[in-house]
C-alpha cells in the first residue's frame, strides 16, 4: 500500500522513490491517517510555504481504490487507507511469513556487536543487563533486517581491578578455599577498595601484583588467576541462558597486552603518541582536538592501560573477521574515551576508523542512587533474579494451578522479561531509575502486561478450538478491528526505523501500543460465537503472531499460557 502512495507522489513531485520511503512517516495518531507526507522538502523548488504545497499536492493525487481519502492538515498530507484492502493483504502477509513477517532483506553487511563486557573477579549486577538486553536486541534487529551479526563479548580479566582482587585474598583470605560463589567473589573486590582507601601506601603492593601479572613469571600468581579467572567466566554462562543471550566471540583483554604494547610504541615512532613523564600518551590538543584531552598507552612503569588493548581489538574485529562494520554497545561513562578512541584510529589512517559505532546507554541507577562495583552498592544479578522469580511464583500461583516446575519455568520467562522489557522501552539515552514493583506489574507498560496479553489471545484460540486454513470473509470492519488492523500492517516499518535508528525501544513501545489496541478490541468486541467469528479469531490469531515478533526482537519468550 506505500508503494501505491509512493508512486502517486513521484508523479507529481519528480522526488526520487527512495527519499519519498524514507520522508513517508506513520503519524502518531490513527486519526491522522495511516501514512503522512511531510512537505518541507519541497519548499524550496515549488517556491511555497509546505502548508500551501500540502493543499496543492493533495488535490492533484488521483483516486485510488486502496487510498480512501487524501487530506492537507497543515504541512503534511494524510493518507487514510481502504480497511478492507489492506485488511485482505496484511493477513495475507503475516499468514504467509509467520515468525518472518516485518524482515527484510536489503541490508546484507557482516557487522560486529560488542555489548555486555562484565569483567572477571566482579558481580554481575542488574546494571549489566541493560548493555547485556540492548545488544542482544541490536543483534536481533540486525539479523531481521538481513545483516549477519557476530555477537563479541569483551571482558576484562587483567589490569588493576584484578590486581586488587588478587592481592586481597593472597593478603587476607589465603587459608579460605576458592568459592564459586558470585557474592564472595564481588565481597573480595569491595574489601580491597576499601582497604587501599584506609591505607593508600598499600597501593605499592597492588602496582607489584599488577607487573608480575603482565610478565606472566609469577606461577603461583598465575595459577591463582586463572583459577579464580575461569570461575568468574564459568558464572557467566547460565547467566547469558536465562537472558536469552549468546555469543560468537569472547575477547579477554589479556589477549591484547602485547600487540597493544606493540601499537602504542609504534605511535610514538610516527610521531602521533609521545612520551611524556614515562608514560606513552597522546595530546589531542597537538592535533588541533583541543575537547578530546589526553589518552595514556602505557604507565610509567610500561605496563599497558585500556587504550592500547582497545586499539588492537580494533583491528583483530576487522582484519579477522573481515566485517563491515563494529557497534561498542557501552555506557556513556565512557564516551569520551570512545571518541579519544576513534580518533586515535583515524590518526593511524585505520582504513576502517570510519565503520565504528558507539551505542550509547544511560545507566541504570536503583531508588538509593548509583551501583559500584567498588564500594558494593549493588544487586547482583543472581539474588535479584531469585527475588523477582519468589514474587512471580506467588502471582503465578493466584491464576493457575500448575505443577512446581512448570511455576518455576513460568516464574523465569516473565522475571526476564520483566528485566529486559525494563530496560528496552527506555530511549537508550535515558537514566533508568529501576522500580521493581512497576517492573513486575501485570498492568501497565511492563513486560509481564506483554506475555499475558500474548497468553490471552492464544487462550482464545484454543477455546475456540481455532483452525487456521479455515476460510474466512472479510465484510463491515469495526472502528477496532481498522485500529489492530493498522497497527499490525505498521510493524515492518518499525522494524526498518528501529534498524537504522540501532533503537530497540521503538520495538518496545510498538509492541505495548499494539497489546493496548488488542485489550480494547477484545473489551469491545465479542469474538467467539458471532457470524464474523472466522474473521475475528483470524486477528487474534495475526495478533499473536506479531506480538511474538516483536518481543522475539526484544530477546523476550512468550508463554503459551499464564
Known amino acids: 500500500m506505500k508503494e501505491k502512495i509512493i508512486f502517486a507522489l513521484q508523479k507529481i513531485t519528480n522526488l526520487k522513490k527512495d527519499l519519498l520511503f524514507k520522508l513517508i512517516e506513520i503519524p ?44 492537507a492538515v497543515g504541512p503534511y498530507i494524510n493518507f487514510f487507507l481502504n480497511k478492507k484492502i489492506l485488511t485482505g493483504l496484511t493477513l495475507k502477509k503475516i499468514f504467509k511469513e509467520k515468525e518472518k513477517y516485518g524482515s527484510s532483506f536489503h541490508n546484507k553487511e557482516k557487522i560486529m556487536v560488542e555489548f555486555s563486557q562484565p569483567n572477571t573477579h566482579k558481580a554481575f549486577h542488574i546494571g549489566h543487563i541493560r548493555g547485556t538486553s540492548l545488544g542482544e536486541s541490536i543483534s536481533r534487529i540486525l539479523e531481521f533486517s538481513g545483516n549477519k551479526v557476530i555477537r563479541a563479548n569483551y571482558s576484562g580479566d587483567t589490569g588493576m581491578h584484578i590486581a586488587k582482587w588478587l592481592w586481597c585474598y593472597q593478603k587476607y583470605h589465603q587459608k579460605e578455599k576458592l568459592r564459586e560463589d558470585e557474592s564472595w567473589i564481588a565481597g573480595i573486590y569491595v574489601e580491597a577498595v ?27 600468581l598465575q595459577v591463582l588467576w586463572e583459577k579464580t579467572r575461569k570461575m568468574s567466566i564459568d558464572s557467566w554462562s547460565s547467566i547469558y541462558k536465562e537472558l536469552n543471550t549468546r555469543f560468537d566471540i569472547h575477547f579477554f583483554e589479556s589477549e591484547f597486552e602485547q600487540p597493544g604494547k606493540q601499537i602504542a610504541q609504534e ?93 550509547s546507554y544511560g545507566l541504570v541507577k536503583l531508588p538509593w542512587g548509583k551501583m559500584s562495583s567498588r564500594t558494593g552498592d549493588n544487586v547482583i544479578y543472581s539474588d535479584f533474579k531469585k527475588e523477582l522469580i519468589s514474587h512471580l511464583k506467588k502471582e503465578i500461583k493466584k491464576r493457575s494451578k500448575i505443577s512446581v516446575k512448570e511455576t518455576e519455568k513460568r516464574a523465569l520467562i516473565l522475571a526476564v522479561a520483566s528485566l529486559k522489557y525494563a530496560m528496552l522501552k527506555q530511549d537508550i539515552a535515558k537514566i533508568i531509575i529501576f522500580n521493581k514493583e512497576e517492573a513486575l506489574s501485570f498492568e501497565g507498560n511492563t513486560g509481564p502486561y506483554l506475555l499475558y496479553t500474548y497468553a490471552r489471545a492464544r487462550s482464545i484460540l484454543r477455546k475456540a ?55 480494547e478490541f477484545y473489551h469491545a468486541e465479542k469474538v467467539i460465537g458471532t457470524e464474523e467469528e472466522p474473521f475475528k479469531l483470524a486477528l487474534v490469531d495475526a495478533f499473536s503472531q506479531v506480538l511474538k515478533n516483536s518481543l522475539n526482537l526484544l530477546g523476550i519468550n512468550t508463554l503459551e499460557q499464564m
Open 28 to 71: 502518531p495518531d490513527p486519526s491522522l491517517g495511516d501514512y503522512s507526507f511531510p512537505c518541507f522538502t519541497l519548499a524550496k523548488s515549488f517556491k511555497k510555504n509546505p502548508h500551501e504545497i500540502a493543499i496543492f499536492l493533495s488535490q492533484k493525487i488521483s483516486p485510488m481504490k486502496e487510498i480512501e481519502k487524501v487530506q
Open 194 to 220: 576499601r582497604c587501599l582507601n584506609e591505607d593508600p601506601s598499600l597501593e605499592k603492593e597492588v602496582e607489584e601484583i599488577n607487573r608480575e601479572l603482565d610478565s606472566r613469571k609469577n606461577k603461583q
Open 267 to 359: 605511535l610514538v615512532k610516527k610521531s602521533i603518541a609521545k612520551i611524556s613523564d614515562r608514560a606513552t600518551i597522546i595530546d589531542f590538543a597537538d592535533f588541533g582536538y583541543k575537547g578530546l584531552g589526553v589518552l595514556v598507552f602505557l604507565r610509567k612503569d610500561g605496563t599497558v592501560l585500556y587504550a592500547g588493548k582497545d586499539l588492537a581489538l580494533a583491528e583483530r574485529k576487522f582484519f579477522e573477521f573481515n566485517i563491515q562494520g563494529s557497534i561498542y554497545v557501552v555506557a556513556d561513562e565512557q564516551n569520551l574515551y570512545l571518541k579519544q578512541i576513534f580518533k586515535t584510529l583515524e590518526l593511524m589512517k585505520f582504513k576502517n576508523a570510519g565503520r565504528l559505532k558507539h551505542v
Open 465 to 519: 478450538i481455532y483452525n487456521a486454513k479455515k476460510q474466512y470473509k472479510i465484510n463491515e470492519i469495526t472502528e477496532k478491528e481498522k485500529q489492530l488492523i493498522s497497527k499490525l500492517s505498521a510493524f515492518p516499518e518499525i522494524v526498518s526505523s528501529a534498524c537504522h535508528s540501532l533503537a530497540p525501544n521503538l520495538i518496545a513501545n510498538y509492541s505495548y501500543e499494539l497489546a493496548q489496541i488488542f485489550n
